[in-house]
């Protein structure tokens, strides 16, 4: 099975800040990785597929790269609305696996 | 409205089994593939299992294997976990997923506790 090792496990940031979340894929899973952020009590809400492709209505600010097997999302000028927890996920084969989540709250 | 719908769930004992429904509304059920996803308390997202947008195919955690079944019924639009045998490490919130070559659809989730 493929492990997903997501880093930081939680970070701080102010409004405005650019942050940066790594996923780390145990073996290359091409580009078949997806991001979502999930807010307490809420549905998860889908980010990014295939590494890159920004969801319909995802702000502009969430950007996705890599391949193979490492993998970032990034958030470009942080805004309170942002908070939450982050988690990568591998779709390349089954069975699919979550990184273990990044809490990104405000500093 | 596009929208899942996720029920059944509730409080069981361990060994016993429940059956979750998740309704589909607003699009084309048949031509998508549908997951469970579920969350425990204090912990991350743990994907549970998935079945193809005609049944062909399902495929399971090994966390699940065994005991929980995954299943649909186009004709009614809804998607079906059956969990026998349930454990204390069942309980979580599940959530039910759309997808056709990406999740683009969660439902809003389903508390399962299991507990004696």
């Known amino acids: 099975d493929v492990r997903m090792t997501q880093s930081p496990s939680a970070l701080s940031a102010s409004i405005g800040d650019k942050v940066t979340i790594t996923c780390r894929a145990s073996q290359g899973v091409n580009t078949y990785v997806a991001w979502f952020q999930h807010k307490p009590g809420k549905a998860p809400q889908s980010l990014i597929y295939a590494a890159s492709y920004r969801h319909s209505g995802v702000p502009s600010r969430f950007s996705g790269a890599g391949s193979g097997t490492t993998f970032t999302l990034t958030i470009n000028s942080l805004q309170s609305e942002d908070l939450g927890t982050y988690y990568c996920q591998h779709y390349g084969s089954y069975p699919f696996t979550f990184g273990g989540g990044t809490k990104v709250d405000m500093k | ?116």
């Open chain 2, 1 to 116: 409205q596009v929208q899942l719908v996720e029920s059944g769930g509730g409080v069981v004992q361990p060994g016993r089994s429940l059956r979750l429904s998740c309704a589909a509304s607003g699009f084309t059920f048949s031509s998508y593939g549908m997951h469970w996803v579920r969350q425990a308390p204090g912990k991350g997202l743990e994907w549970v299992a998935v079945i193809w947008y005609d049944g062909s195919n399902k495929y399971y955690a090994d966390s699940v294997k065994g005991r929980f079944t995954i299943s649909r019924d186009n004709s009614k639009n809804t998607l079906y976990l059956e969990m026998n045998s349930l454990r204390v490490d069942d309980s979580a919130v599940y959530y039910c997923v759309r997808e056709k070559g990406k999740w683009d659809l969660w439902g809003q989730g389903v508390q399962v506790s299991v507990s004696s």
